[in-house]
């Protein structure tokens, strides 16, 4: 069966790198394209099936932005199941005054090169606590396409997805600092996974990974 992987904020398919995946899955990773200017998660999400083949049962594993990204595309296309880490299921509410403010602080030129940088506070919630986990945070943020990154930030903001989707199987950190696991309720919880558990603790989330996955296989 076809599984395709969606990665984090401007990441690509390295994140997932560290993963063991059992070879009776077709494993594909969707590759971020640029985004049109204000362009909705919606359009986005149904230009990307461009690099899908829907016509055969298929998986959807989602990262971090990428489990928002798997639930927008379950509008458009049909999963047999989405496997969401270190992300959420519905949409975060966020006040309209703090909406507000992040949409201005990502309007100033300074937010770019600000969230791209890497430092003890960038590692701290990421859970990157390790040279191990450093290294590809650092090459990750310092690939991030800044429009894309900003972009991304503001339709997050705006997402809109009250209710879970079905099929859909989350995995969460305990000690997730970016979304914290008191504000979701994950299928299942990596005891001191931080955001880049997908990475640090790989042998567990493969696991899981394999076995939910092949519960789908016909």
């Known amino acids: 069966m076809n599984v395709y992987f969606l990665s984090g904020l401007g990441a690509d398919k390295r994140v997932f790198s560290k993963l063991k995946l059992d070879d ?3 494993v594909h990773y969707i590759d971020w394209i640029p985004p049109k200017k204000k362009e909705p998660l919606y359009d986005y999400a149904l230009r990307l099936t461009a690099q899908m083949d829907t016509t ?3 998986q959807l594993v989602g990262l971090s932005f990428g489990g928002i990204v798997a639930s927008e595309l379950s509008k458009i296309v049909h999963p047999e199941q989405i496997i969401i880490i270190s992300s959420t299921p519905t949409n975060i509410p966020i006040s309209k005054f703090n909406r507000g403010l992040i949409k201005f602080l990502l309007a100033s030129p300074f937010a770019a ?4 940088s890497t430092n003890s506070f960038t590692y701290k919630y990421f859970g990157a606590d390790t040279p191990e986990l450093k290294t590809p945070l650092k090459q990750i943020l310092h690939d991030t396409d800044s429009k894309f990154l900003k972009w991304a930030l ?3 903001t705006d997402w809109k997805h009250p209710n ?3 099929n859909l199987f989350h995995i969460h950190g305990s000690a997730d600092r970016l979304i914290p696991l008191k504000i979701v309720k994950p299928d299942t919880v990596i005891e001191g996974g931080g955001h880049l558990m997908v990475y640090a603790q790989h042998e567990e989330i493969s696991r899981i990974l394999n076995d939910e996955l092949a519960r789908k296989l016909k």
């Open 24 to 26: 009776r899955f077709n």
């Open 56 to 58: 055969k049962p298929f």
């Open 113 to 116: 090169p600000l969230l791209k």
């Open 154 to 156: 503001t339709r997050m």
């Open 164 to 166: 879970k989707v079905e």
